[in-house]
């Protein structure tokens, strides 16, 4: 028992295991300062919502306020520890910022009014497009951060209910290409792998994945076993020197835009080493040829050109998943927020199916997610796809749906696919969608080329929706502006990116007029009258608890299956894994078990697409190819990225986030101890680059692309040459601008590139051309952390990133 | 029967330049379209590469045809001037123009159907390699085409 600095050492203190040994508890306390958990009046269960981990922990509440977080000993996901986001976050809820009253837009000013006055608005705006222009002039733009419950309400009440295909969430940023690789590769979202596979890896591969930074106590559980008896080995792909690729026995640093020439290398290696399980991959897949075809000529040396890495580097890559015995691979944005994104990561795929390495303890893959409930966001439907991973394309589930939900067939949506996010802003740049309701996301922040997203977001003919807890960038050019209640301030349930269902318990009420975002959806259906056909109300629930027993009808029988679980059953102990049913009554650790997949033709999610050019397979060529419903080995060429480096753009820009925020500040930068550890942007550069330059730390530059130009100071690096990063988090809420740049763009997003990847959607923040000039010299370092990716290179003097005693946390070993 | 192969070749050459064109027109005439603009562009190589390719190719039967795309920038800007001064609904012009990659991509896909057909005649087997190599690409820009407008087609259609 102790106390330690939790932003000078983000993964605390090291408890030790070997392969297969239960990982030791070791519980995270954090209270305000002064208290004691003597103090506390009362804690509610919950678990973290500052990334996609999932840890339990128990909220602590003195005097109907929110005082502290305690990690849950008895959670599968964290055996009691939290990360620095979570251990002070939760002060982010006490904001004196916090939006109390709706507002809207009078003679161009938002002004507070009350819920009737602002709910009649929306309803009415709704009804008068529906009327004039139908229910193609709508969209539904939510997040990664609400709960279940909300999602599948907002599903219903978009789809069922309006009638629109323009539903989307900002998982389309973030994880629509998890979902897009595994419906390719298993014909349906869901998770194969389970955290435990940390337990009992042998090998750990890492794609575009940071998880020090991203999912802290992931990482911590690998650090316990890097530390323990028999470590495994890690293999870490990212351009940058992050504390994974220090950790690596192989570190490859691929040019920005080349992850399938550099994975189609490996392939190449395993297939012709014959490190392929033949007889796992004739039982159990198909495709295995056309792999081999593709991969044939994509040898080390063609690759290493392309991606500007060593072959031999490139060799031991292989060699390490070539030779594992229990291979977990996990992927994240460097994968999936880059160039033929969703063909890369089918790929990590394909390593794990070729070595026969899935459902069995320590092999796994966990295509992750970002967000804490961007699984919920997949699951439900509130990224467009049908609820309960039905098939858009298969009209049997097309009809099921309609029987849960008692409409016609023909009301849901599902002439094609459902508009994607990037889609949907293009309609409203046409004036073809006039009214967007967005929940819970910052798109002025958070989407490509803002430039472009500021001005169609502005538009006088849109009627923009803003429900937030915070007047973001985007609130502030909303015509009404939603105060909704968060985490702590209302009940409902969510999923993390190993299948794991947590009940979030309210423990205060939400600040002034602010209400959940359930309340909101449920008002706002009432309002319109939705009806089923056969006059009843639509949605026939009127809290979370309703409405997650609405969820259990709808995924009964789907692998997302919650039929077996219920409110009562997640409090008190663990979460629990789904499928949870009567034959799992206790959830499912992992799937795909056997080589038995959810991918039969009548079954699955998905029939999968074309990764170059995204067209989706048609159904009939789905069943000739897949009969039997086996796992999709899927091969793809690689492409050159859309744009290259050249003379006046010499360099590869790639954005990013660091460890101690979370999407656009909203919460994070109102976190004293977090937001001193980060306080403003930076960019980072290569020593080599930096030196060919004469440019030294702490300088001030002006990097621009063909979009716009970001100021920031210079953090020298151990990031691969001839490339720059920038961090994403940095809008303009807590600059003159408000909404955008006053003078100086700081937002990483003036700089991207308006280009997604054809089969996922998700947009490409990972590979824009640049240059940078530099504006002055410095008169201090940069304050970018020194604990993380952004470490600065040996010699630099930089403060080291401390919390001091205002980030004490107290640590107790079991 | 060498020259009626050549004269398939050549006229082959001529329908894959066609389309590549096609491509690069409605991909920069899309651009706010950003899918239609990059993807056109991605397609359209695979079509610049089977020109070269039976290019190569069409020497063994004594043809002499364009490897380069000097022939398609030429078509491009003819292309270009045809259409200079015609006004559409932007949305409708997509549909259109998806309509006519589509039109074109399944000419060229009979074309190579030909010439598979005839290569296994005459046991002419890098002509056979060839189709074979080239024939799924254009039946995925086929496949493309055919998906791009389902998708736009509903929201074009029947927005006011």
Known sequence: MGTIDRIAEPWGTRTPYGTGEPWPVRVDTRLDDGLTEADVDAWFQSATILHSNGDGLDIAVKDGRIVGVRGRATDRVNHGRLGPKDLFGYQANNSADRLTSPLVRRDGRLVETGWETAMSMVADRTEELLKERGPSSIG???????????????????????????????????????AAALKESFGSDGQPGSYTDVDHADVIALYGHNVAETQTVL?????????????PRILCVDPRRTPVAEAATVHLAPRPGTNVALMNALLHEIVANDWVDHAYVDQHAVGFDELAKQVASCDVDWAAEICDVPADDLRAAARLLGQAERLLSTV???????????????????????????????CGILQMNGQPTAQNTRECGADGDLPGFRNWANDEQVKDLARVWNVEPAQIPHYSEPTHLMQMMRYVEDGSIRFLYVSGTNPAVSLPELGRIRDVLSQERLFLVVQDIFLSETAQLADVVLPAATWGEKTGTFTNADRTVHLSEKAVDPPGQARPDLDIFLDYARRLDLRDKDGEPLVTWSDPEGAFEGWKACSAGRPCDYSGLTYSKLRGGSGIQWPCNDEHPDGTERIYVDGEFWSAPSYCESYGKDLVTGAPVEPVEYKAMNPDGKAVIKAAEYLPPHEPPSA????????????????????????PQLQAAAPDVWIEMS??????????????????????????????SGIRRSTLFLPFHYGYWDTPGGSGPAERGRAANELTITDWDPCSKQPLFKSAAARVERISVADGPSRAPTTTASRPVAGASVPETRGGAAAAVLERLE | MKNKVGLAIEELHRAESDLAAELLRASDRHKVGHD??????????????????????????????????????????????????????PG???????????????????????????????????????????????????????????????????TP
């Open chain 1, 332 to 362: 994240l944005q460097g994968f999936y927020q880059s160039h033929q994104a969703t063909a890369a990561a089918v790929q990590v795929n394909n390593v794990n199916l070729l070595r026969g390495m899935l459902g069995k303890p320590g």
């Open chain 1, 219 to 231: 990482w911590s559980r690998i650090l316990d076993r890097l530390a323990g008896p028999n470590p």
């Open chain 1, 648 to 671: 006046e753009f010499p360099y590869l820009l790639t954005t990013g986030r660091t460890l101690y925020h979370f999407h656009t500040r909203t919460k994070t930068g109102r976190v």
């Open chain 1, 140 to 178: 539904f733009y939510t997040t990664g951060q609400l709960f279940l419950e909300e999602y599948y309400t907002l599903a219903l009440i978009a789809h069922g209910g309006i009638g629109t295909n323009h539903v989307d969430g900002n998982t389309r940023l973030c994880t629509a290409t998890a």
């Open chain 2, 36 to 89: 239609i603009f990059y993807l056109g562009h991605d397609l359209a190589r695979w079509s610049e590469q089977h020109v070269h390719k039976l290019a190569e190719h069409g020497r063994n039967y004594g043809l002499d045809l364009d490897a380069d795309d000097s022939g398609l920038m030429a078509t491009i800007r003819r292309r270009g001037a045809e259409l200079a001064g015609r006004r559409h609904d």
């Open chain 2, 92 to 158: 409708l012009l997509l549909l259109k123009d998806l309509r006519e990659i589509h039109r074109q991509a399944a000419g060229v896909s009979l074309d190579w159907e030909i010439l598979a057909q005839t290569a296994q005649a005459l046991k002419d087997e890098g002509l056979l390699r060839l189709s074979q190599e080239c024939h799924p690409q254009t039946l995925r820009q086929l496949r493309w085409a055919n998906a791009s407008l389902k998708t736009n087609a509903a929201q074009i259609m029947v």
């Open chain 1, 687 to 716: 020593a080599e680059d930096s030196a060919v330059h004469g440019w030294d730390e702490g300088d001030l530059l002006r990097v621009s692309t063909a979009r716009g130009g970001v100021e920031a100071r210079l953090r020298v």
